[in-house]
T-cell receptor, first 114, second 110 residues
Framework: AAGVIQSPRHLIKEKRETATLKCYPI?????VYWYQQGPGQDPQFLIS???????DKGSIPDRFSAQQFSDYHSELNMSSLELGDSALYFC?????????????FGPGTRLTVL | QKEVEQNSGPLSVPEGAIASLNCTYS??????FFWYRQYSGKSPELIMS????GDKEDGRFTAQLNKASQYVSLLIRDSQPSDSATYLC??????????FGKGTTLSVSS
């Protein structure tokens, strides 16, 4: 079965640089969530999209933005990167509340900020 | 502040034993409850979802939900060394973002 695809899998950036993370949800899934997981931490919700509209916002810094495109893939844009942004970034997709709200996670992008 | 609490462990059980993982949550509006397994450096893998009070069984896994006590548990029967991982309890209102507990580390010794 098709899974959530994330790219790149690994990313190394310098402080103050920008990064773009991509997420391709499971086919027919209309809801995408972004989570950040620091070392030894549980995943923290950043932002979500339903049918290409932002549906909820969590602890996402103002330096970060995201959007969902017409093909349902999503991108997380991160600017002015800081050392503390080093983490695993996961995208999860679901069918949404109407179709069952189980969230399936992608393999993640490991971001290292030097 | 919506919170999900889990014992961090480690929980150590011998191979073939039953592992019991527990979780409590603070938000009475929560409607969806999940258990994820996460190996180090990997993504969370959904192993159980439960929405109604009572038990739900899937293979060696049984999830239990008690909304009155705001309590969710996961039983793993016939534990295997490959079950050694961190188990994350996650809670959500319908169709919303997951709130995770900090996870319980399970170690199954052969």
């Amino acid at each position: 079965a098709a899974g959530v695809i994330q790219s790149p899998r690994h990313l190394i950036k310098e402080k103050r640089e920008t990064a773009t993370l991509k997420c391709y949800p499971i086919p027919r899934h209309d809801t995408v969530y972004w989570y950040q997981q620091g070392p030894g931490q549980d995943p923290q919700f950043l932002i979500s999209f339903y049918e290409k509209m932002q549906s909820d916002k969590g602890s996402i810094p103002d330096r970060f933005s995201a959007q969902q495109f017409s093909d349902y893939h999503s991108e997380l844009n991160m600017s002015s990167l800081e050392l503390g942004d080093s983490a695993l970034y996961f995208c999860a997709s679901s069918l949404g509340a109407e179709g069952g709200d189980e969230q399936f996670f992608g393999p993640g992008t490991r971001l290292t900020v030097l | 502040q919506k919170e999900v609490e889990q014992n961090s462990g480690p929980l150590s059980v011998p191979e073939g034993a039953i592992a019991s993982l527990n979780c409590t949550y603070s938000d009475r509006g929560s409607q969806s409850f999940f258990w994820y397994r996460q190996y180090s450096g990997k993504s969370p893998e959904l192993i159980m979802s439960i929405y109604s009070n009572g038990d739900k069984e899937d293979g060696r896994f049984t999830a239990q939900l008690n909304k009155a006590s705001q309590y969710v548990s996961l039983l793993i029967r016939d534990s295997q060394p490959s079950d050694s991982a961190t188990y994350l309890c996650a809670v959500a209102e319908a169709g919303t973002a997951l709130i995770f507990g900090k996870g319980t580390t399970l170690s199954v010794s052969s």
